[in-house]
């Protein structure tokens, strides 16, 4: 049998993104603009978006950033805080401002610190998302140092997500960027509201990646890349074809400067060529068949969105990631940098 060489699929969407705002967004958003339809922007501005003004205010600045001639649909988020107003959430959802809400634990990760201290503090509003239909998108890590990092996701699971979907059977919830084989499991095992999330990073590397002869701080993100046999169940659920995971890149640029450093911020940037990326493992893992369900359908689905119209077509053949990215001055070593994929995007 010889191998496809190019893959066609309806246009995908992405599910996790980090746009940012400013020069640097007018400089990221055509990367992810030129390959997918829409996406599921993060709210971890400085300060957070947490009101339906703030949200609708940052649309329009994407929108007004976005080179003219692109088709592109940013969908955006509520940063829950403890003091959110159930109401603020509902009147977002009724004037389709937000399409989720996103819990950070506080100082979980990047732009956490307004986050929840405790998952409790929100109730109120998770009972009024679960009435409106507004998912919650979950960065799952316990905050607790004294858990070792490698086991925070584990740790969030049995501390607070089991508890969270018996407390809202009816509620939406994204497991966002899965990394652990823990929440695989815990995805697959739960009803057609809960499903997840998975980053081109966390199909690709284990936590070897970050210490190849030195310490590799492009390779770092938040939740970090675990061990190796977790790298293989997400594979493993990501091109099984069940609706329950789905395309999130979690493509989070940062400078690289602020990431070469003595405290090296969290995020990778695989924005340039996620597409390429993501193909790349389903065609190792013979599983192109499946990569249009995980890219353009399984999300539109579970967030009750049409699919996108037109397609867009992956070509077999070299790619060559470049060092460096120039985003309107400020440069980013991006995901892939200097590697050869085996997949080229045409549009
Ligand atoms: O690695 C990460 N970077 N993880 C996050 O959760 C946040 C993100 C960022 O905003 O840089
Ligand atoms: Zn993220």
């Known amino acids: 049998m010889t191998a496809i060489s190019t893959l066609t699929i309806r246009r995908p969407d992405d599910w996790h993104v980090h746009l940012r705002d400013g020069a640097v967004m007018a400089g990221v958003l055509a990367h992810t603009a030129r390959q997918f339809a829409r996406a599921i922007v993060m709210p971890n501005l400085s300060p957070p978006v947490s009101t339906v003004d703030a949200a609708r205010a940052y649309r329009a600045r994407i929108m007004a950033a976005l080179p003219a001639g692109m088709d592109f649909t940013p969908l955006m988020t509520c940063y829950l805080t403890d003091g959110i107003d159930p109401e603020e959430l509902a009147r977002g959802k009724a004037e389709g401002v937000f399409t989720a809400a996103k819990l950070y634990p506080a100082h979980a990760t990047t732009g956490s610190a307004h986050g929840v201290t405790d998952v409790k503090n929100i109730y109120p509003a998770l009972e009024r998302m679960q009435e409106v239909g507004l998912p919650l998108l979950v960065h799952g890590e316990v905050t607790d140092h004294e858990v070792d990092i490698f086991d925070r996701e584990a740790v969030f699971i049995e501390r607070t997500m089991m ?24 995805v697959s ?29 492009h390779m770092y993100c938040l939740p970090v890349a675990k061990r190796e046999f977790h790298r293989l169940a997400l594979r493993q659920v990501a091109v099984s074809g069940s609706p329950k995971f789905f395309l999130g890149t979690d493509s989070a640029p940062h400078a690289v400067g602020a990431k070469e450093a003595a405290c090296g911020c969290a995020g990778i940037f695989n924005a340039p060529f996620a597409l390429e990326s993501y193909t790349q493992v389903f065609d190792e893992e013979g599983a192109l068949d499946k990569f249009e369900g995980f890219a353009s359908l399984h999300g539109p689905a579970f967030y009750g969105l049409p699919v996108n119209e037109g397609t867009v077509t992956l070509e077999r053949g070299g790619e060559l990631v470049p060092d460096q990215i120039d985003a309107n001055g400020m440069p980013i070593v991006p995901f892939h940098a200097g590697e050869t994929l085996g997949w080229r995007f045409k549009k």
């Open 163 to 186: 508890q969270l979907v018996r407390d809202f059977p009816a509620l939406k919830v994204v497991f966002e960027h899965i990394t652990t084989k823990d929440a695989a499991e815990f």
């Open 189 to 217: 095992a739960q009803g057609a509201n809960v499903a997840a999330t998975i980053t081109p990073q966390h199909l690709h590397i284990n936590r070897n990646a970050m210490f190849v002869g030195g310490i590799r701080p």
